[in-house]
């Protein structure tokens, strides 16, 4: 049938006609005002929308804004938004730590109430469906010009092999040489000293002490409390020989820059009754880590700064969903903060240079190739601009059968004003891997994000060419990335500048979730602060504006890996079938999402529907839950259809 514009469009085409008629007597305004109209009027026509697709606010209640800067999809189809404080000083000093569940079906809002502060955590699926979350805020940064009470690290040694000691918070150090007096500000539990024993000579040799850190501050304010040495420092309120046994130790103790400060507390998250559950705490502290799932199930923990606000000197652990519990991994290696970080399909690790900044700028910045069981790590090289990695996105193409990957844009380290244009390739399955320069983007981007899509695209928003959007440096771009041809194109573009704490996620339909963004300045000036993005996009892309999509109507909810299963599907896929795929839901921070993954499914044309295929590789195809998706001859995809892989 023969498209026929509606009244409000032709109502809108003519009102743009008469101010274009009109504005070259009234002068820029008019002309402004033309343009915009027009520019609405052109994005809105069906024919626009089947090739650029189209963006639309998500209408969300006042009372459910949050800065979101967390987001998961889960096996109910909603999706979790999560702020913890949100980057607000002013809500982590009130305990207002903030999650929101959506619900894309019915735009339905859930306040969830938060019990720590999971600012700056990080998160993954588990094979249960629940989502793991680790880690967040202990602490905010302060810059040196407003810490106005020296502090630092405080190492405290307990020398009694028969109990740990517990320090509560408040607990005053006194130094033996210097007499200045620095608080705790929270509880520290040190664990008793370990007997070492000779069995040569049948005797016990001494008493390695037991360890505990801690942050504290000088008890008033002032430089003439900074401390320029180490000193041994007696602590108050023990008596006996718990005085005797317990002592700290700290090296300076300054007015220097303090960095945001991690927790150990971890979370799982339950969809099915929608609320965070504690689980044991992690071994370390951790603020801006990456959470992995590996092949046998466990999640690895790596990064982020410690409970004192440095950088975790590769210390790595392993969470086991059927225990709960959590363990220190014999593999060491040290990584900036957020590395992107994803399972191989042979259970090696690939870690792409992709980070979030924090850290040496010369310490375990390389891409590369991980065994975690031997700690070989095999350096990949050919990465271009490999000092504009902060802030970069990595993506694993489609399938993942192919273990190619892609890196996105990127930036120097810290507040550099250096972005990168280039998009990094490598191919795993090579001999010897190595990056070659993929297409570019138009301009230097950082904090790109980068969707997968079902019919095996991938989509790229937003980011910023300065840091967090200074100067009025927001790309209101996006573009759609064909792996097979290695080209970019535009497609429409975004009415929001998207750069730090943004991220977006494939929504169960087939649509495009983007959120947050976290600019330092309000005005191309430099001179306003910035607001945090609250309000939250949809991208429709391109191929859900064709006439007809398949339907999958009817199928298992659980297929084995290495099985077969046959699933009803009709709509467009009536006549032939293209493709299916299983797609593993993201769960995405600091476009940073080492989740998301295309499974190609072997597929053939059934009588009612189709018959799939699941590969039997436990790397390939972690544990978990995913969406079917099923293409017809010409790409459209069916809505994701919810299966678990046990």
Same mark, same amino acid.
């Given at each position: 049938?023969?498209?026929?514009?509606?009244?409000?469009?032709?109502?809108?085409?003519?009102?743009?006609?008469?101010?274009?008629?009109?504005?070259?007597?009234?002068?820029?305004?008019?002309?402004?005002?033309?343009?915009?109209?027009?520019?609405?009027?052109?994005?809105?026509?069906?024919?626009?929308?089947?090739?650029?697709?189209?963006?639309?606010?998500?209408?969300?209640?006042?009372?459910?804004?949050?800065?979101?800067?967390?987001?998961?999809?889960?096996?109910?189809?909603?999706?979790?938004?999560?702020?913890?404080?949100?980057?607000?000083?002013?809500?982590?000093?009130?305990?207002?730590?903030?999650?929101?569940?959506?619900?894309?079906?019915?735009?339905?809002?859930?306040?969830?109430?938060?019990?720590?502060?999971?600012?700056?955590?990080?998160?993954?699926?588990?094979?249960?469906?629940?989502?793991?979350?680790?880690?967040?805020?202990?602490?905010?940064?302060?810059?040196?010009?407003?810490?106005?009470?020296?502090?630092?690290?405080?190492?405290?040694?307990?020398?009694?092999?028969?109990?740990?000691?517990?320090?509560?918070?408040?607990?005053?150090?006194?130094?033996?040489?210097?007499?200045?007096?620095?608080?705790?500000?929270?509880?520290?539990?040190?664990?008793?000293?370990?007997?070492?024993?000779?069995?040569?000579?049948?005797?016990?040799?001494?008493?390695?002490?037991?360890?505990?850190?801690?942050?504290?501050?000088?008890?008033?304010?002032?430089?003439?409390?900074?401390?320029?040495?180490?000193?041994?420092?007696?602590?108050?309120?023990?008596?006996?020989?718990?005085?005797?046994?317990?002592?700290?130790?700290?090296?300076?103790?300054?007015?220097?820059?303090?960095?945001?400060?991690?927790?150990?507390?971890?979370?799982?998250?339950?969809?099915?009754?929608?609320?965070?559950?504690?689980?044991?705490?992690?071994?370390?502290?951790?603020?801006?880590?990456?959470?992995?799932?590996?092949?046998?199930?466990?999640?690895?923990?790596?990064?982020?700064?410690?409970?004192?606000?440095?950088?975790?000197?590769?210390?790595?652990?392993?969470?086991?969903?059927?225990?709960?519990?959590?363990?220190?991994?014999?593999?060491?290696?040290?990584?900036?903060?957020?590395?992107?970080?994803?399972?191989?399909?042979?259970?090696?690790?690939?870690?792409?240079?992709?980070?979030?900044?924090?850290?040496?700028?010369?310490?375990?910045?390389?891409?590369?190739?991980?065994?975690?069981?031997?700690?070989?790590?095999?350096?990949?090289?050919?990465?271009?601009?490999?000092?504009?990695?902060?802030?970069?996105?990595?993506?694993?193409?489609?399938?993942?059968?192919?273990?190619?990957?892609?890196?996105?844009?990127?930036?120097?380290?810290?507040?550099?004003?250096?972005?990168?244009?280039?998009?990094?390739?490598?191919?795993?399955?090579?001999?010897?891997?190595?990056?070659?320069?993929?297409?570019?983007?138009?301009? !230097?981007?950082? @904090?790109? %994000?980068? $969707? *997968? =899509?079902?019919? /095996?695209?991938?989509?790229?928003?937003? +980011? &910023?060419?300065?840091?967090?959007?200074?100067?009025?440096?927001?790309?209101?771009?996006?573009?759609?990335?064909?792996?097979?041809?290695?080209?970019?194109?535009?497609?429409?573009?975004?009415?929001? !500048?998207?750069? @730090?704490? %943004?991220? $977006? *996620? =494939?929504?169960? /339909?087939?649509?495009?979730?983007?959120? +947050? &963004?976290?600019?330092?300045?309000?005005?191309?000036?430099?001179?306003?602060?910035?607001?945090?993005?609250?309000?939250?996009?949809?991208?429709?892309?391109?191929?859900?504006?064709?006439?007809?999509?398949?339907?999958?109507?009817?199928?298992?909810?659980?297929?084995?890996?290495?099985?077969?299963?046959?699933?009803?599907?009709?709509?467009?896929?009536?006549?032939?079938?293209?493709?299916?795929?299983?797609?593993?839901?993201?769960?995405?921070?600091?476009?940073?999402?080492?989740?998301?993954?295309?499974?190609?499914?072997?597929?053939?044309?059934?009588?009612?529907?189709?018959?799939?295929?699941?590969?039997?590789?436990?790397?390939?195809?972690?544990?978990?839950?995913?969406?079917?998706?099923?293409?017809?001859?010409?790409?459209?995809?069916?809505?994701?259809?919810?299966?678990?892989?046990?």
């Amino acid at each position: 049938m023969k498209y026929r514009p509606s009244r409000r469009t032709r109502r809108l085409a003519i009102s743009t006609a008469v101010v274009l008629a009109l504005a070259g007597a009234n002068g820029p305004w008019l002309y402004r005002t033309a343009s915009e109209r027009y520019h609405e009027y052109k994005i809105n026509q069906p024919d626009y929308k089947a090739e650029n697709g189209h963006w639309d606010f998500l209408d969300v209640p006042s009372e459910y804004r949050i800065n979101s800067i967390h987001a998961a999809l889960l096996h109910t189809g909603k999706v979790l938004l999560v702020a913890g404080s949100g980057n607000n000083q002013k809500n982590f000093d009130a305990k207002k730590f903030e999650s929101v569940l959506w619900d894309p079906k019915t735009n339905g809002f859930k306040m969830i109430p938060t019990p720590k502060d999971m600012f700056c955590s990080g998160h993954t699926q588990l094979p249960d469906g629940k989502l793991l979350i680790a880690g967040g805020t202990n602490r905010y940064e302060k810059l040196a010009g407003d810490v106005t009470k020296a502090g630092g690290l405080m190492i405290v040694h307990n020398e009694n092999p028969d109990k740990p000691i517990t320090l509560p918070a408040g607990t005053r150090f006194t130094g033996k040489e210097n007499g200045k007096t620095f608080v705790s500000k929270d509880p520290l539990l040190v664990e008793k000293a370990k007997k070492v024993f000779d069995p040569k000579t049948g005797k016990w040799l001494r008493n390695d002490p037991g360890y505990g850190r801690i942050y504290v501050e000088a008890k008033e304010s002032g430089k003439e409390y900074e401390t320029g040495t180490e000193d041994n420092y007696r602590i108050q309120g023990l008596g006996g020989e718990d005085s005797r046994n317990t002592y700290g130790i700290a090296q300076k103790l300054a007015l220097d820059k303090k960095d945001f400060q991690g927790i150990k507390d971890a979370f799982e998250f339950d969809p099915v009754a929608e609320k965070y559950v504690k689980i044991d705490p992690m071994n370390e502290a951790r603020w801006y880590p990456t959470v992995t799932t590996l092949a046998d199930g466990k999640l690895l923990a790596v990064s982020g700064l410690d409970e004192i606000g440095q950088i975790i000197p590769g210390k790595n652990e392993t969470y086991d969903p059927e225990t709960r519990t959590w363990k220190y991994t014999e593999a060491v290696r040290k990584f900036p903060t957020y590395p992107a970080i994803f399972l191989m399909n042979n259970g090696k690790l690939f870690y792409s240079g992709s980070n979030s900044g924090y850290g040496p700028a010369d310490v375990g910045r390389d891409p590369g190739v991980w065994d975690l069981k031997t700690n070989k790590f095999d350096k990949v090289p050919g990465l271009s601009d490999p000092d504009l990695m902060e802030t970069s996105a990595t993506v694993r193409l489609p399938p993942a059968q192919d273990e190619k990957f892609m890196v996105i844009g990127g930036g120097g380290v810290g507040e550099s004003e250096e972005a990168s244009e280039k998009s990094r390739l490598v191919d795993l399955k090579e001999a010897a891997p190595k990056f070659r320069d993929g297409a570019s983007l138009a301009k !230097g981007t950082r @904090y790109p %994000s980068a $969707s *997968l =899509l079902p019919d /095996d695209s991938v989509f790229v928003t937003g +980011g &910023s060419s300065d840091y967090r959007g200074r100067g009025g440096s927001n790309v209101l771009q996006a573009r759609m990335y064909d792996p097979k041809t290695d080209a970019y194109k535009r497609v429409a573009d975004p009415r929001v !500048g998207r750069n @730090y704490h %943004s991220g $977006s *996620l =494939l929504l169960p /339909d087939g649509r495009v979730m983007i959120f +947050g &963004s976290d600019s330092l300045f309000a005005d191309k000036a430099n001179t306003k602060p910035g607001v945090f993005e609250q309000r939250i996009e949809i991208y429709t892309p391109p191929y859900l504006y064709r006439d007809a999509r398949p339907v999958i109507s009817g199928g298992p909810k659980r297929i084995e890996r290495g099985a077969t299963a046959e699933f009803e599907v009709g709509g467009s896929v009536s006549g032939s079938v293209g493709t299916a795929k299983l797609m593993r839901p993201s769960a995405v921070t600091h476009v940073t999402d080492v989740e998301q993954r295309t499974v190609a499914l072997k597929v053939t044309k059934t009588a009612g529907g189709v018959s799939v295929t699941v590969p039997k590789s436990r790397a390939l195809v972690p544990s978990g839950w995913y969406m079917l998706f099923v293409t017809d001859a010409v790409g459209t995809p069916s809505e994701g259809y919810w299966v678990e892989v046990p």
